[in-house]
DNA sequence: ATATGCATGTCGCAC
DNA sequence: GTGCGACGTGCATAT
């Protein structure tokens, strides 16, 4: 038998039963199983697809989602969201990975008819991932200086730390106007546009009789947001995410910056 | 050195120059890469993240797309799509994998302090990949029987088989009004009446003065969609894209459904 | 090249 | 559980 306390432990993909038996067992123990091989892949649920016979890299993970990655493209070409049913067996010699998910009802079948690599992967991943720049940072930055959106500009409620119902800021400005601010990390688009405008008037709904005005602050706006915002009475700000981080955390490059502007 | 021909190659972690210079080789002969170990991870471009030193799976795909698998979830936690430019290097005994992109400029860097397995995939995929039941099977089951949104509904220009514009498909109905119709393979929700009501809208426009239908199909609606459509006059016809297979296709399971019933 | 909308989107969060 | 919106969304397609 395969050696134990090993993070990779790698199976002899003749022995076709005792393939079937290991996997199964480590599934089990949570471990990650990674086959390459020729195989076959069907899927019926939300879609239906058919995979003909060719080289790939099945994955299956400790949470039992399910990965068959193709030796091309960023997407896997069949998958399966964490928590499907994983099954294994041996069908006419083939190995068959069967993996079912309910809510909705989805079966991936992927059929080897030949495999190359069969191993049992022993994982630790403790380590820690932060993400910068989302839109959640942009909407810190502005409760934290307003004055990037607009001048005088007054978030209400800047101490509540989540946003209210749907609107991502709400302002008023120094005219004394409701201000309702939408944020894209991405270009303003069509849909910014419509969304806001929507919130707009629930909340002139709301309020009552009072002009509400419509804020998208993003990097920049397509040509159509700008003219479908200008028919909606919806205005825009430009603001980079990037700008946001340093509003946050400082200008963190400053010194590699004068750095360049010292050689150049 | 290692064997040739071989579909899998796995090289000898223990030799961190061979490593680097196989794997930079490899690359250039479109082979797919495949590194297990212990690495951290660093993506600068449109955000910012940071993960710390973990067990992780790292894919170098043939096309130079990156993917790097935590040993849970589905999606990767550090990638980079086609076409990136892959560095593999050797810096203070690490093994380190430089991905940049560029439009947008992105960077990626993947440092593993230790490898557990590594292997070099001379995969051959010519497989046929089929999907079906996607919006366009939808459309085209409509095309073909409009009777099952409305009786008596008459598609506009049935024989140009792509889209007109913006909006799925344009009918007449029984009445002779002018019918827009959008389509949803999934729940009907307040995006899709808010998209359809401005198809509408400019619809009215261009065509002057007559009223425009508008008419959501999906598998069903979201109470919120509902909400909606009734203040902005939309409609919504529950249509599921398994019917639409069958309408384009025919009913398949029929015998199955036969041979159930007999049980029963 | 840019913009627009689909996707077996997935994922997380609020209700 | 459902609904809703973000995502380093990716991706094809039309302009």
Redesign the pocket.
Known sequence: MEAKLEKVTLLDPSNLENVKNTLGKALNDGKVLLIIGACSAD?I???R?ELTIGDRILIVKSDR?VLLHRPK??????????GSIVNISIEENDLVVKCVRE?PR?T?IVRFIEIYTVAILDLEDEGEFS?YA???DMRKAILKNPAIVEEGLKPVSLERP?RS??I?VEAIDKNGNIVVI??????A???AAL?LARYVRDLEKVRGIGKVRGIVVAPRA????RRLARSLGIEFKPLSPKRCLEILYGVKEKKETTLDEFIS
Do not use: H, M
């Open positions: 899927y649920g939300r879609a697809s989602s493209s960023y997407k896997p070409v069949n998958w399966q969201p964490p809510k989805e991936l993400l989302s839109e959640e989540v119902g749907f991502d939408e944020i894209k990390r991405r270009a688009d069509v849909d969304q397509t040509a159509e947001f």
